[in-house]
């Protein structure tokens, strides 16, 4: 195997995409072309991926190749290198899980009137364009990539468009992306004036004075940071990623929040050289903010969809919380700490892309059995689709941070990495991090906290509608594909030297440093930067935690009562417990509402009802609505007024306008 | 020698995991023990709770029928997590394999996933006290941990270590001084043990049937060696907060060798600390009330802040001194 080879899979895995979106034309006629052929391509293409990606991970080399497409004097370029393999691999793997699982879930919606021609063409665009953002190798190949991405998910959160809250939130969509889009490319520009060319071999070689650098970084930072959905661009994200096909949510926040994430690193990390620690902070306090406001938020929400848009927000936070960290590191010149948090975050990124995957995955079994996303509504669901409830928990574990699944990995990790503090001169820089480690370790509480009460209220009681009474199995396939993903999650949270190993190829080529290789250290435990400081023995703890169990239950088991009966719930003996009395999700959070409500803007009002009796509403509202899109919405719309005026009809004053811009152009460059 | 050596100190840190199961009913009984006696009562033995604990054993287990399958596998997930948390947990002896197996954070986490099950199992049934309880658990837990990571991170910053065995070590070894940031770290750790191991002001171990309760709560639905385990559990997160304070705060006289008359000291002075812990919980217990569960967010966040202010008296005042 070598680099070649490596870029040949994906490159074939781009066909397939491709293959699968023109596959999906033939459905105007039949239907079943999405599930039986245009979903197993997509499944193939995810697995090409992941195989080109991993490759070229492992072997930690780089293969460029000019295709034969672009302007004349402006070929596309493509690069594969560890950076661009690793997120290849994550594309690849969320994708071949949604490719097993889609063929199920699409069936479901067959019957309906929405088109199927759009959900299977614009899903192979949409990983066509992913995958061709992370292999681009010049800013005009990244820019066409980008927009395919943001345009074919824009039609897929349309897909169910009679409802005018998804058209509204496509277009709130539309307009963020290219807000954000216009911001990388003016940050490319930037870089582009310095190296001479849109090549990112002549950027990177360029070298930039420290204010532009910080330009350039500004605008990377925007425009990255809104399609990442960090707090406060990250209005766009709730509404969103919940109303796109559930296997396509799955996507948009495992996946493409990763692409956000993927050009953040290779514009700040690879492009624009010299980093400064002044970036660090700023990234560290976006990073902190999005991940407790995310986690807040998304404790608040009873669609469960909705909720795991919100956690995808405070899961970006704690990527970027890890890339700030390795940001003020390097900045500072420090950097082992530096690579520490960089791997940090890239397992994160690699983590989220799973468990949100698997979570996403699970909410639409839950859709697709039950009709139902509010948790209000749910209950008992382990009992009645029992693969779900059981694959769900690994999600809701690993997502929670828990010993031994993945998130709790790279959670680790990032604590580690914060607390190199003492390593850094400035007394303030010092004080600061510890801050954000308690932010993150607040974070981490309330996820706990958030996915308690959405397994609690969703798989455990009893069923709270109808529907949800005759939730049923869902089908193999859709299985299999949440199976995937939560059995990698407990891979690499029982793995993580491997995985670590694995990542290591990325600083190493992007900064020139990597963790010494003392950092396996013995039998797969982790040991990092120094000898005694940290230890995790993943697979160790794992095998005790797994004996532990056993062994308790073995010597339980053996005892003179081995009985159980089943009875009523006792509930301290007041009336037998019926499906009402049970703690609802809005109950559930309702403490932590009181402590934390006034990030909030929280509505509670009583309704009168015919009846005499009151209904109790209560609604949650985004600041951030208020302090930053309703100022922003209403200057421009004041702007608008005022060019108005220039529109008179009279066509005397439009030629009148065109000279006047012309010699004002011609006194420019003369 | 060197495998002779490693077989005696996996054997030690066998010993040291049983020792926590075995003496932890017993640190209970000495905590009721003392408290009824200030309460002017004679109060039962203390081997009350291991009597508890067999007749929990011997007991039919009754099941609600609205249980699931994660009611039944819940204690023993929170009993084991429990159990291997308190096993890395140095006792009475440092640099036990174990403690290289998990590091402070990873305590933290095991605790979190017993924590996470005892909440689901509150919320399995379907009655309003158990999702009551799971919830304020979550919210206790939420403010708590936080506190407790940065605690330990104060230590973990002064050792360059988040291993235990590092932190005691460096205790050990390092000159006599009096940090400050030590004093915040272990105040907020000691708010955070409290509020943890559901003992007042935070919540009452000793009620049942009240409005205001949160870990008894989430196990009103249990009966039977399944209670019996979550008690249990409960003893040993009790026990191993005790051992965490008293042996990194006042590491003195825990063996750092596996010589039998080391060991033997060792396992004198801890009992010694514990009994005085338990002594201190217990007059605690008697001269406070138990707070409304509106101002436990402020009894927390107080543990948090005090925890914050030795990581940053840490890195502010000594680490450049």
Known sequence: ?670 | MDHLLSVAAAVAAVLQALLYAAAAPLLVGWIRKVKARLQNRRGPSVLQPYRDLRKLLGKEVRVAHTASPLFRAAPYVVFAATWLAAATVPLFAVDLPTTAVADLIVLVGLLALARFFLALAGMDVGTAFGGMGASREMLVSALAEPAMLMAVFTLAMTAHSTNLAGVIDFQLTSDFALRPSFLFALAGLVLVALAETGRIPVDNPATHLELTMIHEAMLLEYSGRHLALMEWAAQIKLVLYGALIANIFFPWGIAQSLAPSALGIAIAVIVAKLMLLGAALAVGETLLAKMRLFRAPAFLNLALLLALLGLLSHVILEVGA
């Open chain 1, 1 to 670: 195997m070598n680099m070649s080879a490596a870029l040949s899979l994906v490159a074939l895995s781009v066909v397939l995409a491709l293959a699968s979106s023109a596959a999906s034309l033939a459905a105007v006629r039949m239907p079943m072309v999405v599930r039986l052929l245009a979903m197993p391509l997509f499944a193939l293409a995810g697995l090409s991926a992941l195989a080109g990606g991993l490759i070229a991970l492992l072997l930690g080399d780089v293969v460029t190749a000019t295709l034969p497409l672009g302007l004349p004097w402006l070929p596309w370029r493509v690069r594969l290198d560890a950076l661009s393999g690793f997120f290849l691999a994550l594309i690849g793997v969320v994708s071949f899980a949604v490719g097993v699982y889609g063929p199920a879930y699409v069936r479901g919606l067959e019957k309906g009137r929405d088109s199927l021609v759009a959900l299977g063409g614009f899903s192979g665009l949409f990983l066509t364009g992913m995958l061709a953002v992370v292999l681009a190798n010049d800013a005009f190949l990244f820019m066409v990539a980008w927009e395919l991405m943001s345009l074919a998910s824009y039609f897929l959160v349309a897909f169910q468009h009679d409802n005018a809250a998804n058209r509204r939130a496509a277009f709130l969509y539309l307009l963020m992306a290219h807000v954000g889009g216009l911001a990388i490319l003016l940050g490319y520009g930037v870089l582009a004036s310095f190296g001479d060319g849109f090549a990112f071999d002549a950027m990177r070689a360029a070298s930039l004075p420290p204010a532009w650098g910080s330009v350039a970084f500004v605008l990377a930072f925007v425009g990255f940071g809104m399609k990442a959905g960090l707090v406060p661009l990250h209005a766009w994200l709730p509404e969103a990623h919940p109303v796109a096909p559930s296997h396509i949510s799955a996507l948009m926040s495992g996946v493409m929040l990763k692409v956000a994430v993927y050009g953040f690193v290779r514009f700040v990390f690879d492009l624009v050289g010299e980093v400064q620690w002044q970036w660090g902070v700023a990234v560290l306090a976006v990073g902190s903010l999005s991940a407790l406001f995310g986690v807040l938020a998304a404790m608040m929400q009873r669609d469960l969809k909705r909720l795991l848009a919100y956690s995808s927000v405070e899961n970006l936070g704690i990527i970027f919380i890890g890339l700030g960290l390795a940001l003020l590191f390097l900045g500072t010149g420090y950097p082992l700490p530096g690579v520490l948090a960089l791997i940090a975050a890239l397992y994160h990124a690699l983590n989220h892309a799973l468990f949100k995957g698997l979570l996403f995955l699970g909410a639409g079994a839950i859709l697709h059995s039950s009709h139902e996303h509010d948790l209000e509504h749910m209950g008992g669901l382990l009992r009645r689709m029992p693969w779900t409830g059981f694959l769900f928990l690994v999600g809701c574990l690993s997502i929670s941070s828990l010993p031994p699944f993945n998130g709790f990995v790279s959670e680790w990790l990032t604590f580690q990495a914060a607390l190199q503090t003492w390593q850094l001169d400035s007394g303030v820089l010092r004080s600061l991090i510890p801050i954000v480690a308690a932010v993150l370790a607040l974070t981490g509480a309330l996820v706990a906290a958030t996915f308690v009460k959405v397994y609690g209220v969703a798989f455990l009681g009893q069923a709270r509608s109808r529907h949800v009474r005759r939730a049923r199995p869902v089908p193999h396939g859709m299985r299999a594909g949440q199976g995937i993903l939560a059995a990698l999650c407990l891979a690499l949270g029982i793995m993580p030297v491997w995985v670590i190993g694995a990542i290591n190829a990325i600083p190493e080529q992007l900064l020139g440093a990597g963790l010494p290789h003392s950092a396996a250290e013995g039998w797969l435990s982790l040991n990092l930067v120094a000898a005694n400081g940290a230890s995790y023995n993943a697979p160790l703890m794992a095998v005790l935690l797994g004996l532990f169990v056993a062994l308790a239950f073995w010597a339980l088991r053996r005892g003179a009562v081995r009985r159980v009966r089943r009875c009523d719930a006792w509930d301290c003996g007041f009336a037998p417990p019926n499906t009402r009395m049970q703690y609802t999700a809005t109950a559930f959070a309702q403490p932590i509402r009181r402590v934390f409500g006034h990030l909030f803007l929280v509505e509670e009002t009583l309704v009168p009802r015919d009846d005499g009796s009151h209904r109790h509403q209560l609604t949650i509202g985004d600041r951030s609505w208020g302090l930053l899109y309703v100022p922003v919405t209403r200057w421009v719309e004041s702007a608008s007024r005022r060019v108005i005026r220039l529109q008179s009809g009279n066509v005397r004053v439009y030629l009148g306008w065109t000279l006047a811009t012309l010699l004002v152009l011609l006194w420019i460059i003369s």
